[in-house]
């Protein structure tokens, strides 16, 4: 059997001390890939940074590799193993490309930071030419990539993305996703969210539906893109599409 | 200390805690209403402060003036000038954010205290200005002036609590507290959210300006030292955490209360050694600045809270 | 022109160092812990009566006080930070800086207290000016508070640009939310913009000792100029806060020179001129001339 890396029990978590999600469950296994989809305003990116211990904690547990990480501080879970990339603003805008990089390796050495760096820019070959560019005058697309290349700089076992393709043409879109595929393939386990939820859930090993802070549905990707209530009410048109 | 004396500390103490109470309210008005975190408090006092001086007091040789004018007209006339103050420096910058807007406004009285300071022609310079009258000194002298002061300060406490209490329940007032708890919502609704900030602005420092002229009139002289930033402007703010603000009962316990305090640790600190007496108008305001610390980390709503 | 540069520029020169080490803590403490420090000011008066006891204790010259001056001033920051600032972190911003109002007050009356009231100097008697080709007389202390800033300054630049310490400052400046996320920790990145920001305080203290006088209003009497700085710089940019005070200063001194025949400003209302810059900013430009953060 394969290890469980991220194991989410009853999870409830919000601002304050209002819920946005209630009863969360996830289980990750090794170099799984699970997405998150939903309607906007159902508490994806809310459960996403609950995970990083970003909000307000109201019940339940987080495992990771079998210890709960919910005491944890959230600058503390970078050197265990963990990377996340937010939803908005996720790069440093004033500091260059390659100092945004840099500031990924601090919390968790990689054990070569020259190779490192060198697979980054294998995998991200757009960002070889503007490293000494602030990251803020960049398209979103190639912030996009700063963003995960940062979050993947520290070598983590389990990376976590918020809407890594929001806003990305349909080109970069392609891009971002065969890359999730390759960071996958060297052995880390993927939890991400994304709006454009067809593509995301072929590429998904497991798929979870959230609606109003709730599970709605969960699966295979290949059982929601299937499935015809998850295909009404949250993947729009039909399955032939 | 008998009991005539202990009654006429009383009174001065009823003085210049109402005095501090007037300062008190009309920073609430600005603050515990609007969300303007005015921090030139000072500047606005020492305008009044002088216009009041400047009207009542009789002819000097050596400023403009004084025109020897009726008491109240010296209270209205400090209003006045120090709301036109307050109306010229609002235009240009209530909008800012509140740590932006204390810089602003600390800028503005220091550039009023440098005003006050190098103008003799209109100040007299740091001699400041002496003869100041008191309401009906002709008929009442000594002790009773004293009574009739505090009676005089009070009507004039009571007149800013009634504007103030009236305000903030009118639709006006509660305009302006949608403006400080946010900003955008009120726009949405379609209020000119700059206009009712403004006016805030102007009404508390009209009111700063007569606690300026009463304390001129207490006093009866008046000179840039009365206008240290510290004394005025900081003392007023821990009142009004201290007390709770956005209430106006709140703002007149907080004056009376720090201002208690403030007279008391006089008392303790006048019976120090020599060498440590001379030291203790600072032991005393060491003391108020831990006294706001304590205040901002256990009793941030103050005596009063909010609708409490 | 010989009278311009010895009278009005060098000096301005020189309190425009004094201004931009100052205005560097306040510009950090802006940009990483997001509040307006209206007790920096007295951190200076700390650090200047710090060196002014060694000064008196042991004799050495007041430069070499310098390390104690800034070690005070940090213990100062770091207390004062753990004591009245780090319980309100959580609550809006508003609260500290009113906290910080307090310990302004703290900070000065503790040193009334201590030192009394009295302005002193470090050095008493008249120093011989240095004179460069028989023209331009620059006093000794000036030539040593322009040329520590010149040093401080390419220190504070690769420290910044090139440590890592001064990398994860930036980061938490630009995002502090994402700092944490990224794995850095905030608390020593604070604790870190404290020791720095007191420390050229501090130096900036000792400086102003040198050049005038000790007194207890020493630190808040800059306050404002510093701000000014720290805004005409761009709030978050510690190298723009550098060239904003030296604008400040500068342009402060030279008011008063008689360009036309006669002062633009009479010298008493000098200090306005800072007041004036800084609210203009604030209303026309708050982000400065670099790009600064905006609250
Ligand atoms: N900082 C916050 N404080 C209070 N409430 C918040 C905060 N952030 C989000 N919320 C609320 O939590 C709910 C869920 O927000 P969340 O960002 O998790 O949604 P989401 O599923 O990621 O949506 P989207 O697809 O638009 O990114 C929303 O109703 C939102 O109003
Ligand atoms: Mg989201």
Redesign the interface.
């Known amino acids: 059997m394969t290890p469980v890396v991220l194991d989410v029990q009853h999870l409830s978590a919000g601002y304050g001390t209002q819920a946005i999600i209630e009863q969360i469950n996830l289980q990750l296994t090794e170099k799984e890939i699970a997405v998150i989809v939903g309607p906007n305003g159902a508490g994806k990116s809310t459960l996403l940074k609950q995970i990083f211990g970003l909000n307000q904690h109201l019940g339940g547990d987080i495992r990771f590799n079998g210890t709960s990480i919910v005491d944890i501080k959230t600058s503390a879970l970078v050197p265990l193993g963990i990377s996340a990339v937010p939803q908005s603003s996720n790069v440093f805008p004033t500091l260059t490309v390659s100092e945004n990089l840099e500031i990924g390796t601090y919390a968790s050495p990689p054990a070569d930071k020259k190779i490192a760096r060198e697979r980054m820019l294998a995998l991200f070959p757009d960002l070889a030419g503007k490293l000494g560019q602030a990251a803020g005058e960049l398209s979103g697309g190639q912030r996009q990539m700063v963003a995960i290349g940062r979050a993947l700089m520290s070598e983590p076992t389990l990376l976590l993305l918020d809407e890594p393709t929001a806003g990305l043409s349909p080109v970069y879109l392609e891009k971002i996703f065969d890359l999730i595929l390759q960071i996958r393939d060297t052995g880390v386990t993927i939890l991400m969210v994304e709006q454009n939820a067809r593509q995301a859930l072929r590429i998904a090993d497991t798929g979870y539906v959230l609606a109003n802070g709730r599970h709605a549905h969960t699966g295979t990707g290949a059982e929601l893109l299937a499935n015809d209530d998850v295909r009404r009410a949250f993947l729009g048109g039909s399955a032939g599409q | 200390m008998n009991a005539e004396g202990i009654a006429f500390y009383l009174v001065s103490f009823l003085t210049m805690g109402g005095i501090y109470a007037v300062l008190c309210i009309a920073l609430n008005m600005q603050w515990g209403f609007g969300g303007l975190?005015n921090?030139g408090i000072a500047g606005f006092y020492a305008v009044g402060a002088y216009t009041a001086a400047i009207l009542t007091s009789a002819t000097a040789p050596t400023h403009v003036g004084g025109f020897d004018l009726p008491i109240l007209s010296g209270l209205l006339g400090a209003g006045v000038m120090a709301g036109v103050t307050a109306w010229g420096i609002a235009r240009?910058?209530v909008r800012?954010?509140?740590?932006?807007l204390?810089?602003?406004s600390?800028?503005?009285a220091?550039?009023i205290r440098?005003v006050v300071?190098?103008e003799q022609w209109l100040t007299n310079g740091s001699l400041g200005i002496s003869r100041i009258p008191r309401p009906l000194e002709d008929i009442f002298s000594g002790r009773q002036a004293e009574v009739v002061y505090v009676v005089f300060v009070w009507l004039v406490v009571l007149l800013t609590y009634f504007v103030s209490q009236r305000l903030s329940r009118s639709p006006w007032g509660l305009v302006m507290r949608a403006i400080r708890d946010n900003d955008i919502a009120a726009d949405s609704i379609g209020k000119d959210v700059q206009r009712f900030r403004v006016d805030a602005f102007v009404v508390g420092s009209v009111f700063m300006g007569m606690a300026g002229a009463l304390s001129a009139h207490y006093f009866k002289f008046f000179s840039p030292d009365a206008t240290e930033p510290?004394l005025v402007t900081?003392l007023c703010?821990?009142m009004l955490?201290a007390g709770g603000s956005g209430n106006n009962r709140g703002a007149i316990a907080g004056a009376l209360l720090v201002w208690a305090i403030w007279s008391m640790t006089e008392i303790i600190t006048s019976h120090l050694p020599v060498e440590w007496a001379s030291?203790s108008a600072?032991?005393r305001?060491?003391l108020?600045?831990?006294f706001?610390?304590f205040v901002?980390?256990r009793y941030?709503q103050g005596l009063f809270p909010e609708r409490g | 022109m010989i009278e311009f540069i010895n009278f009005y520029l060098i000096p301005g020169i020189t309190l425009g160092s004094i201004y931009a080490l100052g205005a560097v803590g306040i510009s950090m403490i802006f940009g990483i812990l997001r509040f307006a420090h209206f007790a920096h000011g007295d951190l200076m008066t700390v650090g200047a009566y710090g060196a002014l006891t060694v000064v008196w204790v042991t004799g050495i010259p007041p430069l070499f006080a310098i390390p104690f001056a800034v070690a005070l001033a940090i213990i100062a920051a770091l207390s004062c930070d753990r004591l009245f600032y780090k319980p309100l972190r959580e609550l809006p911003t508003i609260y500290t800086v009113i906290a910080s109002f307090g310990v302004a007050l703290i900070l000065r009356s503790l040193i009334q207290v201590i030192w009394g009231t009295e302005s002193q100097v470090y050095v008493k008697g008249f120093q011989k000016p240095l004179v460069y080709f028989d023209t331009f007389r620059i006093a000794t202390r000036h030539v040593q508070i322009i040329a520590s800033t010149v040093v401080i300054t390419g220190l504070l630049h690769v420290f910044l640009s090139y440590s890592r310490m001064g990398r994860c400052m930036r980061a938490v400046a630009d995002d502090a939310s994402l700092a944490r996320v990224a794995g850095i920790d905030t608390d020593n990145v604070i604790r870190w913009t404290w020791i720095i920001g007191a420390a050229l305080a501090a130096i900036a203290g000792v400086f102003v000792g040198l050049d005038t006088d000790v007194h207890t209003n020493l630190g808040w009497n800059m306050l404002l100029p510093m701000f000014a700085a720290a805004l005409l710089g761009g709030i978050g940019k510690p190298l723009g806060a550098i060239t904003g005070g030296l604008i400040i200063g500068i342009v402060e001194e030279c008011v008063s020179y008689p360009f036309f025949g006669e002062a633009l400003l009479s010298p008493s209302y000098k200090s306005a001129v800072a007041f004036v810059i800084m609210i203009a900013l604030l209303i026309l430009r708050p982000q400065g001339l670099f790009k600064g953060r905006l609250l």
């Open positions: 975190f921090a240009v910058c800012l954010k509140a740590d932006y204390a810089m602003a600390i800028g503005f220091e550039i440098l300071i190098n510290l900081f703010w821990v955490i030291r600072y032991l305001m060491l108020i600045g831990l706001l610390q901002l980390q941030r």
